[in-house]
């Protein structure tokens, strides 16, 4: 995918973001509006966008705090979801725990200072004193996201996926692939199982455009497998009939020439 799309209503809630901020929020949009998981890593959002995995880490955290990607763990992959009216709900949040916690809170002599500060337009940020005291929500989605990385890290470190040709279209076709297959309810390929897909997508397939179109074959037929060898020998039978036809042409044009001798 080499473009990305950025609906109009949300315009006016990102003046503020960065462009890396922006890139991948409309990334995270634009597969989601086709149909598709995100399911990008840091390492290729990172080589996607020319830049580092430690400021992609940052620029998607930044995102979730903000409301506007939620991410979820499937498995070993992480899948984000951009969230259109992410502005509306922390205003929603807001308003509700100020209704919970305002009416109720005493006022003290140092509240009403605070209060003064703020409608003369003072500075509204947290005093000296208040900066070690962590925000209750802040902790309680710090514990939250802990315990699902805890929950899904292995304790032995699996295989890294290898894929046989390190290209935009290859690593979509197989994305939908996966995707295809856990829509069907097959059965989630092992790391090793994988792997083994991927490399006899290369030895029998032989080819980038063998291997898409194979998936794309499966895909289409509903094939819970792969089978390469089955495009290969199609395209080998057109080849041959390429070249037949090629030579036929050529006899006859000869047959022809010497006719006219």
């Known amino acids: 995918m080499n473009y990305t799309q950025l609906p109009d209503d949300i315009l006016p809630k990102v003046r503020t973001w960065s462009a890396m901020q922006l890139a991948i929020w409309a990334d995270v949009y634009t597969m989601g509006k086709a149909g598709m998981i995100y399911y990008r890593t840091n390492e290729q959002l990172a080589e996607r966008w020319q830049t580092d995995e430690r400021t992609v880490r940052r620029?998607?955290?930044?995102?979730?705090?903000?409301?506007?990607?939620?991410?979820?763990?499937?498995?070993?992959?992480?899948?984000?979801?951009?969230?259109?009216?992410?502005?509306?709900?922390?205003?929603?949040?807001?308003?509700?725990?100020?209704?919970?916690?305002?009416?109720?809170?005493?006022?003290?002599?140092?509240?009403?200072?605070?209060?003064?500060?703020?409608?003369?337009?003072?500075?509204?940020?947290?005093?000296?004193?208040?900066?070690?005291?962590?925000?209750?929500?802040?902790?309680?989605?710090?514990?939250?996201?802990?315990?699902?990385?805890?929950?899904?890290?292995?304790?032995?470190?699996?295989?890294?996926?290898?894929?046989?040709?390190?290209?935009?279209?290859?690593?979509?076709?197989?994305?939908?692939?996966?995707?295809?297959?856990?829509?069907?309810?097959?059965?989630?390929?092992?790391?090793?199982?994988?792997?083994?897909?991927?490399?006899?997508l290369l030895d029998v397939g032989g080819t980038e455009e063998i291997a898409i179109a194979t998936i794309n074959y499966s895909i289409a037929q509903s094939y819970q497998g792969l089978f390469p060898e089955r495009i290969k020998n199609e395209q080998q039978k057109n080849n041959w009939r390429d070249r037949s036809s090629r030579q036929l042409d050529t006899a006859k044009a000869l047959e022809w020439a010497n006719g006219k001798r």
């Open 59 to 200: 620029v998607v955290k930044q995102l979730t705090e903000l409301g506007a990607v939620t991410a979820q763990q499937d498995g070993r992959r992480r899948i984000l979801t951009a969230v259109l009216d992410f502005e509306e709900r922390r205003r929603t949040k807001r308003s509700t725990v100020q209704a919970d916690h305002g009416p109720t809170s005493p006022r003290t002599n140092q509240s009403a200072k605070g209060d003064q500060a703020v409608r003369e337009g003072g500075p509204t940020g947290p005093q000296k004193e208040d900066q070690a005291v962590p925000q209750v929500e802040h902790r309680v989605d710090k514990e939250v996201e802990q315990q699902v990385e805890q929950k899904h890290v292995p304790k032995k470190a699996e295989p890294q996926i290898v894929l046989p040709w390190d290209t935009e279209a290859f690593r979509e076709a197989w994305a939908m692939w996966l995707d295809e297959r856990r829509q069907m309810g097959v059965k989630k390929y092992t790391p090793r199982g994988e792997q083994r897909a991927l490399k006899n």
